[in-house]
């Protein structure tokens, strides 16, 4: 069983946000997308923020691994889901989202990939031997012309053990760079809130464009 699964069995998602995330909703209109951009959302949980983007007029897509996030997620939207079987996954629908039921790296590219892609606490989820891997995915399941929207986490890396694991500008730079370009929207300085003994940590939100 995976962290992950832990996590959810025992009730322990710290992370889950009971609204959408300010990140996105005062920086997505940024991304200029048209409503018609089909969201890819990896590693998305039970977020509330697939309802967001839902709004806004968005076909969105999650993909998350733990059953019980994603029954959480129908269960508390009350929505009874379609449920169809795929190469690597259970998908289920209602309305304009469907939850992918799987393993992010395992999801292959059909023939609508995404346009756009938000990631809130998915690759600073993973450990840092998996970045590469997370890049390559990301391409892969979008078009070349495709958008995000990344909020990412930073603070000494020696002073804890993720998740979330610290994604530091050199790194965004050494992952992206060779195939995004990087536009950063928001820096904030969380040192005096964050309540974890962190010498120093912060969010950063950026923009990447494929290209
Ligand atoms: C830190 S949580 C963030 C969830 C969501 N993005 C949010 O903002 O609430 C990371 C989520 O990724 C899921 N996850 C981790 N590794 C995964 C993988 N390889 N494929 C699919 N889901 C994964 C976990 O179960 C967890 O729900």
Not at 17 to 34: F, I, Q
Not at 35 to 58: I, N, R, T, Y
Not at 121 to 141: C, F, I, N
């Amino acid at each position: 069983m995976s962290i992950w699964h832990q996590r959810w069995n025992e009730n322990r998602i710290g992370f889950h946000r009971s609204l959408a995330n300010p990140a996105l909703t005062e920086h997505w209109p940024k991304l200029e997308l048209d409503s018609s951009s089909h969201v890819l959302v990896p590693l998305c949980g039970k977020s509330l923020d697939m309802h967001w983007l839902a709004q806004q007029g968005h076909s969105v897509s999650g993909i998350e691994f733990v059953d019980k996030a994603v029954k959480e997620f129908f269960d508390d939207w009350a929505k009874k889901p379609q449920q169809t079987s795929t190469k690597f996954g259970e998908k289920f629908t209602a309305g304009n989202i469907n939850l992918y039921q799987a393993d992010f790296f395992k999801v292959q590219p059909d023939d609508a990939p995404f346009s756009a892609w938000y990631d809130r606490a998915a690759l600073v989820a993973l450990p840092p031997s998996l970045r590469t891997q997370y890049v390559e995915q990301l391409r892969k399941l979008t078009t070349p012309d495709a958008k995000g929207l990344m909020v990412t986490f930073d603070y000494p890396k020696e002073e804890m053990q993720g998740p979330p694991f610290a994604l530091s500008d050199e790194d965004v730079e050494h992952f992206f760079r060779p195939f995004f370009e990087i536009e950063r929207l928001q820096f904030t300085d969380l040192t005096e809130e964050d309540g974890r003994e962190l010498s120093r940590c912060s969010l950063s939100v950026f923009m990447l464009t494929r290209r």
